[in-house]
């Protein structure tokens, strides 16, 4: 087997790690996202199924056609990108949710699971942008634009009409 060429972008291998580290959380932490809101298109019911059915199907659209982005820009920096449950469980701060909540509550939880993936792509931009790494600083204002934006529509729907807090 031919040995690997050597990876020369103007990015330190060290550099190049520990952006890819960042990358595979904010890869787990995107993937936990887009199975739980599959799950709740799939199971949400009530008032506003078809409300919410159509905007969970939007939103898990969206996240899998990142996913591809995220783990080809881990690709991009030479290093593997996780592709397990196990490895995904290991990397992601959102955790799986037991039974099927109602749907208010679906909302409230992938509100949270928007601001975690949001948090998570702002915690690897620090490294991405010490190794002016502008592909992956690009990509991660992307990823936060999204995520910040939805967590707002979600959170608008669990409003009552009163002034912000």
Request: glycine fraction near 6%.
């Amino acid at each position: 087997m031919a040995k690997p060429m050597k990876i020369d972008i103007g990015i330190a291998a060290k550099d190049r790690e520990v952006i890819a580290e960042g990358l595979s959380r904010l890869l787990a932490d995107s993937y936990s996202l887009y199975l739980q809101s599959h799950n709740f298109h799939w199971n949400v019911t009530g008032p506003m199924f078809q409300t919410l059915h159509i905007l969970f199907m939007e939103h898990y659209t969206e996240q899998w056609n990142a996913l591809d982005l995220i783990a080809e820009r881990i690709r991009s920096l030479g290093l593997p990108a996780p592709g397990t449950y196990k490895e995904f469980t290991r990397l992601a701060s959102i955790q799986e949710v037991e039974g099927t909540p109602n749907a208010m509550e679906m909302v409230r939880i992938l509100v949270s699971g928007q601001e975690a993936v949001a948090k998570t792509a702002r915690a690897a931009f620090t490294a991405a942008d010490a190794a002016n790494d502008q592909p992956t600083c690009d990509l991660l204002t992307q990823r936060m634009q999204v995520h910040e934006k939805n967590a707002w529509m979600l959170r608008s729907l669990l409003e009552d009409g009163g002034s912000a807090s």
